[in-house]
């Protein structure tokens, strides 16, 4: 692992019921999450998907690739063009510094519409700094 | 967004709630258990296996669901955010949305941990006029606690503003549909992109046209496009905007594998990072009841 390195990208299709499944499993009852006509009163045209769902992909993306034994340490993101059922989500992620067994990767969300999140998780892989 | 500090007054009031606590020795609605952890798994596709088992942690960015006030309202919640709340939803900030979200991690949470947490108001920004609609972003800081230990820290910001209803967009303009090209639409409200072909001299052309540029043969057969192409060219759209487009946007001749070029939109890729020589994919999209248009999604290798 070296800073540099690309993850290979992740595709997550957008869809209603991930976008309504993901709100409920992270407990976020806001009716922008599930209910169109709702959305479309607060300006959205459409449900979209909620912050704790995005965030659970960005580490889901970045333990998928580095594997069970990876810890995350911390996860910073920020939304940007909502992810409305129907879109694509591509994931891709950057290692932008290696220090000893930890690692800072750059990821980056886009879909249809631009792009969705950005962020950085910082990971510690117990295998690799030994 | 854009700044509009001038007679902000209710941004100077929001303001004195900076530094206040939001929550106090808030508690979780249920301890770190294995069955949300699974049900937080099946919805995100997370198949990672050190969240199932009898070693099983939860997911550490699922923090902030262990906190979550639910249906049933926040347990813990101060005076001062509820004032805060308050003040916003009768300026008819009645709408909220998240936009950032740091969480710092000390040790996974495990099933059986019950978790309490403090919360203060960290920043409140000025007015601010964004896409959904004018409002204020809040700032809070959490920290999570199980027995008395950290486990966790936080940063949550989101926009509470006054939503402005969606207008229906307007509609997308329709194609000239007339007796030379009313194949190539058939085909696409089939979902299938025909390239005309000269059944004399066998050159495949593209927009669809009575005659054969290279033979003069007036007649025709047509090939069904594999979908496959690159970027040869493409423009990035900023100004003026149209109706039913939202700028900036890609627009992008794509050279396809049989061979003609055509014109259409670039999607799945930020405007700014389409390039000649970018491998794209057909696909179709679905604008209304009435129509639909052969674009172009980048595959990324
Ligand atoms: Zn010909």
């Known amino acids: 692992m070296r800073a540099g390195d690309r993850l290979p990208p992740l595709r997550i299709p957008v869809t209603r019921t991930l976008i309504v499944a993901g709100a409920l499993a992270s407990r976020d009852f806001q009716d922008v999450h599930h209910d169109p006509e709702l959305a479309r009163r607060k300006g959205a045209p459409d449900i979209f998907m ?3 769902t995005t965030n659970g992909l960005v580490g889901r993306y970045v333990t998928d690739h580095f594997g069970p034994a990876a810890v995350l340490r911390k996860v910073a993101i920020r939304l940007g063009a909502p992810n409305h059922p129907g879109d694509t989500m591509l994931l891709t992620g950057t290692v932008e510094e290696v220090a000893g067994d930890t690692a800072v990767v750059r990821v980056v969300g ?14 510690t892989l117990p295998e690799a700094g030994a | 967004m854009r700044e509009e500090q001038v007679g902000d007054e209710l941004g100077a009031r929001l303001k004195e709630y900076e530094g206040c606590p939001a929550a106090v020795a808030g508690t979780g609605k249920d301890p770190v258990n294995a069955p949300m952890i699974r049900h937080w798994c099946e919805a995100l596709g997370d198949t ?6 009898p070693d099983a942690i939860a997911p550490p960015t699922m923090l902030q669901t262990w906190t979550m006030g639910g249906l049933s309202g926040h347990r813990g919640r101060t005076g001062a955010y509820q004032e805060l ?21 000390l040790r996974p949470l495990r099933p059986g941990d019950e978790v309490t947490f403090d919360t203060v108001i960290e920043e409140v920004s000025g007015r601010r ?12 800081r959490t920290d999570v606690r199980v ?7 936080h940063r949550f910001r989101i926009l509470k503003y006054a939503p402005v209803p969606r207008a229906p967009l307007p509609r997308r303009p329709r194609p000239v549909v007339n007796r030379d090209n009313a194949g190539f639409w058939r085909g696409v409200a089939e979902h299938r992109l025909l390239i005309q072909r000269c059944t004399a001299c066998g050159t495949p052309r593209h927009p669809w046209l009575p005659g054969c540029n290279a033979c003069g043969s007036p007649d025709w057969d047509t090939v069904e496009a594999s979908g496959e192409g690159t970027v040869h060219s493409y423009v990035v759209l900023h100004h003026p905007p149209f109706p039913a487009f939202d700028p900036p946007y890609a627009v992008g001749l794509i050279e396809l594998a049989e061979g003609v070029r055509m014109v259409s939109n670039v999607v799945g890729v930020p405007y700014d ?29």
Request: net charge negative; aromatic share 6%.
């Open chain 1, 50 to 52: 909620n912050i704790l």
């Open chain 1, 110 to 123: 886009a879909n249809g519409l631009g792009t969705h999140v950005t962020g950085t998780v910082t990971v």
């Open chain 2, 48 to 53: 990672n296996p050190a969240y199932t088992g």
């Open chain 2, 85 to 105: 709340l308050g003040l916003l939803d009768a300026a008819g900030c009645t709408a909220v949305v998240a936009t950032d979200c740091e969480q710092e991690y």
């Open chain 2, 129 to 140: 006029t964004t896409r959904l609609g004018t409002g204020y972003f809040v700032t809070t």
């Open chain 2, 147 to 153: 027995a008395g230990e950290p486990v966790a820290t």
């Open chain 2, 273 to 301: 990072e389409v390039r000649i020589g970018l491998p794209v994919r057909l696909e179709f999209q679905r604008c209304d009841e009435e129509l639909t248009v052969p674009v172009f999604r980048a595959v990324r290798r």
